[in-house]
């Protein structure tokens, strides 16, 4: 049985005092939780008190980018090892919004995975099509190619764990329907099986992400392949938030 994992990726959003005040008011929601994992990955200057605030609960930390070497002069960069001496446990790889703006490319993304996995910390691989992919029908095909190339000559992915984000339903209000979306992480498994074996491809978890919010979240997590979730814009309200983590059942 796959532990459903509902992720919030809060982009460049919350100072650290807005962090402590979103993790006062959300913390008395999940005390009890165990129906699902939960994850909150805010930026950079938030992880320190967040990790101060969440280490003694169940709920995991994780960074929403890393860069491949371990440490040098690369102004702006952040390493795995201060992630993980911050609380990390999951860094987010290959949004769309890096590849977008960031110049980050499947090689990168490749990089960046391996030393992640070398690190002890567990990558969460976004993958997705442009609306203009789609469609052309293009989206199994593009997506094909960006796990093969993140997951090139690695041969334990771990618990790495993969985001289905479609670009054109991130932050339009547009969620891909609960098919299309079954339809992509039942390929994605598939491909994983493929690349892998069944065991892994069974263990995965394949989290969907795009427009989640409490109005959809239920019918998309209710699909077989979809476990889980990575949440953007709703994941900043303590309530919207909590309330798309009990759609999990
Ligand atoms: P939204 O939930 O705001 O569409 O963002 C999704 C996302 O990019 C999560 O990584």
């Given amino acids: 049985m796959r532990k459903p994992l509902v992720a919030g990726n ?4 919350k100072t650290p005092k807005e962090t402590e005040e979103f993790l006062k008011a959300f913390l008395p929601f999940v005390q009890n939780n165990e129906i699902a994992e939960i994850a909150i990955c805010p930026p950079y200057t938030s992880l320190y008190i967040a990790h101060q605030q969440i280490k003694d609960t ?9 860069h491949w070497e371990d440490e040098g002069a690369f102004t702006g960069k952040i390493s795995c090892k201060m992630l993980r001496d911050s609380g990390c446990h999951y860094v987010i790889i290959g949004h769309s919004e890096q590849r977008t703006y960031f110049y980050e490319t499947d090689e990168t993304v490749n990089k960046k995975i391996k030393k ?17 992919q789609r469609n052309q029908n293009q989206q199994k095909e593009i997506v094909k190619m960006q796990i093969e190339k993140a997951f090139q000559t690695i041969k334990d992915i771990g618990e790495t764990v993969i985001a289905y984000e479609p670009v054109w ?35 995965i978890r394949i989290i969907y992400g795009g427009s989640l919010k409490p109005e959809n979240a239920k019918e998309i997590f209710s699909q077989k392949d979809i476990d889980g979730g990575l949440v953007g814009g709703a994941s900043l309200k303590p309530d919207s938030f909590y309330k798309i983590i009990q759609s999990v059942i």
């Fill in 10 to 13: 809060w982009k460049m959003y």
């Fill in 58 to 66: 169940s709920i995991k930390l994780g960074a929403q980018d890393v």
């Fill in 116 to 132: 992640v996995l070398s690190n002890h910390l567990v990558p969460i691989l976004c993958v997705g099509e442009t609306l203009e």
């Fill in 169 to 203: 339903a991130i932050g339009t209000g547009i969620n891909a329907t609960p098919e299309q979306a079954q339809e992509m992480h039942n390929f994605i498994r598939s491909l994983i099986q493929s690349l892998f074996n069944q065991e892994v491809a069974e263990k």
